[in-house]
Every structure is written in C-alpha cells, then in structure tokens.
C-alpha cells in the first residue's frame, strides 16, 4: 500500500510486545478524550477545563471514588457478561435487560423468602436468583444458536427492549407484587432488611455509595479468571472460540459449550442487576438502572481485550467518567451527561483501530518518486 | 371500534415502513459486499438529530436532509476504515458505532430536546384521489420521499440482480477471493457500499424526525426501529423487493400500540402491548432460523469475514 509517498507494509506479528499491551488502550483512551474535546468545544465547553473537573470529582475527593466505585460494582459484572461471551465469539449485547431481570429476580427473593433467613443467607440467595433471572432471560436465544444457529446479536438485543417494557409493567403499568403497597406514588416494595447490606464507611463516619458487593465483583472477576485458566471448561471454550472446528474433532460438543457460555453470560449480568436489590436500591427501581451500564459493559469488556482481571481496572475507569459526567451536569457550566457515553464508544472505535498495531508489523519506507 | 381504524394504521404502518425500508436497503447493500454494520440504531440516532440542528438553524428541509447524508458518510466511512482498513472485527466496530452515535446524538440534541419540529415533510396532496376508499389513504396517501423510496428499493434490485456492478457485489461477498483474481478491488467495492448503505440509513433517520416524529427526545426518537431494520435484513433474505413486505409487517406492529392507545383500547396495559414489536421480530428470526428456511435464505457467504489477500 502507498500512502504520500511512502510504501506502508504490514507484516504480522507473532507475538506482541508487552508494551503494546499497555500503550494501545492508553493511546485509546488519549484519542478519544481530543475527539470529545473536538466536540465540547464545539459546543462551547472548555475541553480542559472539563476534563480536569470530570477527573476532579470522579477521582479525587472521598465521595467521589466512594461514587465511582459504587458505580463500577454493577459495571464489572455487565463487563465480565460481555467479556466471558465475546471472548467465545458469541455476540450477547443483552447484558441490559439481563441485567434488567436480574433487579427483578433479586428483589423477588429478597421480597418472598429472605424475610425468615439470616443476612448471612438471605444476601447470596438474592444474588444467586438474580443471575438465574438473568440467565433465563438468555435462555431463548442461547438455546436458538446452539439447536437452529440464529444469530445471538439481534436476538438478545431485541429482548433488552422486552425487559426494558417489564420493568416498567411491573412499577408503572400495574399494582402488584413488586410494587410499594404503602403508597400510590410508583415506586417498588422494599426487599427484607436482611437481604440488604449497609455502604462502607472505610473506617470513617460517612455513607457511602459503595457497597460490600463491590468486592464480591472483584472476587468474582478473579475466580472466573482463574477457573477459565485450570479448568477443562476453559480450556475447551479457548479451543473453540479459536477454532470450532478443531474443538468439533476433538469430540467437544458445541451446542453445550455454546449455550452455557451464554447462560453464565447471562447469569453475570443477572447479578449486576441483583447487585443493586442487596446494595443502593433495596427494591425494583427502573431509574437507577437506566443509565446504559448494560451497553457500557461491551465497551468495558473490549477495551479490557476480554481479560477478566482487566475488566476490574477498565470498568472502574468508566465508572469514573460517568460519576464525574454527573457532576458536570450539576456544575454552574452544564455538560450533558451523555459526553461519557461519547467518550465510551471513541474508546472502544479508537481501541479497535489499535488492534491493527498490535497484531501487526507496521514499516513505513520512502519510495522514490519515480516508483510511486 | 370500526374497520377504518385499521386502515388507516395499515396506511400509517405502509409510512413508518419508509424508514425501516430505508435503513434495511443501507444494510442489505452493506451487507451484500461481506461487511456487517450493527450500527444503524445509531446511524437513525444521528441522521435524525442532525437533520433537526440544520433544519433549525437554516429553515430549510433539503439542506437538513442533505446534511444527514453527509453525517451518514462519515460515520460508515469510519466503520469501513477499521473493518475493510485495518480489518478490526466488524461486529465490536458496529455495536461501537451505536454506543458513540447513541452518545453524540443526545450531546449535541440536548439543546433541541422537546422544542417543535421546524420543519415538516408532508404527505403529497392528490386531491379527490385520497378519498377513494382502501386505495385512497393506502396509495395515495403519503410524501414524496415514499414514493421515491419504493423506486429506489426497484432500482436497487435492479442494480444488484440485473447490471455487471451489482454481480460483482454480490460476488464480493459471497467469494472475494475469486473477485480478486479476476481484477476487482474487494476492499473498494466494500468501502463503497458500506458508505452508500450508511448514507441510506441517516437519511431514513432524518425522514422519520421530520415525517413521523413529534420532537427530539434522545434515543426514544427511534426507540430500537434500527434493531427491527436488521433483523429485517435477514428476513427479506438480503433481497431488496423483498424488505417492503417485511417493513409494512413490521410497521404494522410498531404502529399497533399507538392506535389503541389513541383509540382508548385497553386490551392489554401499554407496556405490555410496546413489547410486541420486538417479540414479533423475534418470533420471525426464530422460524427464518428452522433449517428448512435457511436454505432458502441465502446470506453472503463470506459476511463479516476481513478479506486479506496474503492469507488466501
């Protein structure tokens, strides 16, 4: 390929230097961050002033990490959904209205049957219902793609609306069992005491907004990480997201390694979203969960190249745009929240294109002018 | 409850169709070329606010309209550049394009959010035509740019099926390898369909702000129709002719909820009724799915796959 002059030849790397690794989701993050600041100066924002003051309120003072990290709790298990599908080359964008369900079935358990069980059981029977409701939730689709190969993108997708309509059914189109019976204002029933935690004060006298569940998703980012590397289940998925036709002559059998990565797929966003019953909400809450961190998990994922022990690190960093975007809106010079959501999809567009460095050799040679 | 009711959800499903239509013929010719941009909601998203700003500041509908082509250029050409450029994987590039499409569009819309539409595309107005029974509101009933865009889906089938051009790509994306050797340029072909397919799916965004919408109101503008026109994508078998049938069936459904809730049917709560659409959708990709089905389809073979000539 010839570009001005100078012959551009890519040769394919066969392994990657560490500091690639490093650099292109740094040079992602850098890039995206100037092509926000194209369009908030556009809109006549001061790119600097307000990155300084997002970075400023998401990272720096008490509440604002204490915000973030709340924040990233749901995030990192949206982002490890993502990452445990993708890696598998199976395309679930359904970790919202997983997500969704997962809310639902909590506070369903958390409603039902934790009232007669200690916290120390009623707290894991919430989550563990939760990521069932999410799973079940990808059940149609996982079974379609293993049994009928139809494509899990659309499918799961479309469901997100599904849930999205459910959730509002059952807060704002009807009086029943998940709804407040203490008032007509729309708002869900409390969960039992028991099956909810307090924040963590991190040996101050302050509430935070970060709950004990933030370090169940890191726990449960680390044993994912570790178990896919011993265990045959792993291996055999690693087979076939290479190469499922090796994994086919190898006697592996796809239609179950298939569904069931899409179930556990499932069940992760099903836990972020039973995260929020035991933590901040204490109930079905459609407000709180709208803000996308479904969609925000995919970008987490990739960004993270679908390691889950990076998936930790990158979902804090989103987390963190979206608290400081909050405290942007609220300033005396508003900027629309939506700025993180801009500066989420540049990261991922930015950190695809980098992919190309990573994979490959690039060598930019002058060419002489008569050869060009 | 009367019969003129559902005539004229029926008429209004054959309009919405125009933009489903419009964003699926993006796709289909996208696609047909071998590569897959899942970034239509988003495409919709941007044509649609980005047409409103213009309109807004200059009055003026054809350079709205224009203007959101050009956003769609740019935006597919961005997908073309990390998925026939640098071969980045075409699914992640796609559901990137919706989260920043999505992002941008209610960055820049939050100024407009709620005001009234400046401009409006009108239905043509055929006089005493539009008063003959059933024909009336379904045929004669609509804006110039439905019209044109039953034309074009004819000229689109015409240009994939009947002319040398549109052989070559449905030959780029069933067999790239063999387009290659015979001297055409797969990463060419590929940038252009995909920067005309994404042109196509801003300007049905635009069409629907200005033709079906009431205002601006963030992503609930279009409220998932660029999922439906994917999956329309699969049921008109990457056919042109074909996605009309598929976008009146699929327009009618989207239409049906507003119709009882305008005509106080309450058979079922509303939130419940605003799922069918998708549920319908899904049900259609379900029996598309059978093995029966899927051998009549026919996907391009070699969808979604980079071409690299060295690898061959």
């Known amino acids: 390929m010839i570009i001005l002059g100078r012959r551009v030849r890519m040769e394919q790397r066969l392994s990657t230097p560490r500091s690639l690794l490093f650099l292109v989701p740094v040079f992602s993050v850098f890039f995206a961050l100037v092509v926000g600041g194209v369009f908030l100066a556009a809109t006549g924002h001061s790119p600097i002033g307000t990155y300084l003051d997002l970075i400023d309120n998401a990272y720096t003072s008490f509440y604002g990490i204490t915000d973030t990290l709340g924040l990233a709790t749901p995030l990192i298990c949206t982002g490890l959904a993502a990452a445990f599908a993708f890696r598998m080359n199976l395309y679930s964008i359904g970790q919202e209205g997983q997500m969704y369900l997962g809310m639902i079935g909590g506070a369903w358990a958390g409603i039902a049957i934790a009232d007669s069980f200690p916290q120390l059981i009623a707290v894991p029977m919430v989550l563990i219902v939760g990521a069932l409701a999410g799973a079940a939730w990808i059940a149609l689709p996982a079974l379609l793609r293993a049994r009928l190969g139809t494509s899990e993108i659309v499918s799961t997708l479309l469901l997100n609306y599904v849930a999205l309509n459910l959730l509002n059914y059952l807060i704002f189109g009807s009086t029943g069992f998940f709804r407040d019976p203490t008032t007509s204002f729309p708002q869900g029933r409390l969960v039992a005491d028991s099956a909810r935690l307090s924040p963590i004060s991190f040996f101050t006298d302050k509430v935070t907004n970060t709950y004990p569940t933030f370090f169940i998703a890191v726990v449960l980012a680390v044993v994912l990480f570790w178990l896919m590397r011993v265990s045959n289940y792993g291996y055999e998925t690693a087979v076939y997201a290479d190469s499922p036709n090796t994994a086919r002559y190898a006697g592996m059998n796809s239609a179950w390694l298939q569904s069931s990565v899409l179930l556990i797929s499932g069940a992760l966003a099903g836990v972020g979203g039973a995260m929020y019953v035991v933590g901040p909400a204490g109930k079905v809450d459609p407000g709180l969960l709208q803000v996308g961190l479904g969609y925000a998990g995919i970008v987490v994922a990739a960004l993270a190249r679908y390691n889950f022990i990076a998936v930790i690190v990158a979902a804090v960093l989103f987390a963190g745009l979206r608290t400081g975007g909050n405290a942007l809106q609220i300033s005396n010079d508003p900027v629309p929240i939506a700025i993180a959501v801009v500066l989420q999809g540049a990261v991922l567009l930015f950190a695809l294109g980098g992919e190309l460095f990573r994979r490959n050799k690039i060598t930019i040679t002058r060419v002489r002018a008569a050869s060009a | ?312």
């Open chain 2, 1 to 312: 409850m009367n019969s003129n009711i559902w005539l004229l959800t029926f008429a209004d499903a054959i309009s919405i169709a125009t933009t489903l239509i419009l964003a699926s013929l993006g796709a289909i010719l996208t696609e047909r070329s071998g590569v897959i941009n899942l970034g239509v909601e988003g495409m919709l998203l941007m044509g649609a606010v980005t047409g409103f700003l213009v309109a807004d500041s200059s009055g003026s509908l054809w350079l709205a309209l224009f203007v959101a082509v050009l956003v769609g250029v740019v935006l597919s050409s961005v997908h073309a550049a990390l998925t026939v450029g640098l071969r980045a994987n075409q699914i992640v590039s796609g559901l990137a394009m919706v989260i920043f499409a999505t992002g941008l569009s209610q960055f820049i819309g939050k100024p407009i959010e709620g005001d009234p539409l400046p401009v409006l595309i009108r239905p043509i107005d055929f006089g005493a035509l539009s008063d003959i029974p059933f024909f009336g509101p379904v045929v004669f009933g609509h804006d110039v740019f439905t019209y044109l865009t039953w034309v074009l889906v004819a000229a689109a089938s015409f240009y994939m099926h009947r002319t040398r051009p549109g052989l070559l790509l449905r030959a780029t994306g069933d067999a790239p390898a063999t387009v290659d050797a015979q001297g055409g340029s797969v990463a060419r072909i590929r940038w252009a369909h995909t920067v005309v397919g994404g042109a196509l799916m801003t300007f049905a965004g635009a069409w629907y702000m200005f033709a079906r919408s009431a205002a601006w109101n963030q992503s609930a503008t279009t409220n998932g129709i660029g999922w439906i026109a994917l999956a329309l994508v699969v049921f008109a078998s990457w056919r042109p002719l074909r996605a009309i049938g598929g976008a009146v069936l699929f327009g009618f459904s989207l239409q049906v909820p507003f119709t009882l809730q305008a005509e106080q049917i309450r058979v079922l709560p509303p939130t419940i009724v605003a799922m069918f659409p998708y549920l319908i959708t899904l049900a259609v990709l379900v029996v598309l799915s059978t093995p029966r089905a899927r051998r009549l389809l026919g996907a391009p073979k070699m969808l979604g796959q980079p071409f690299v000539r060295d690898e061959r």
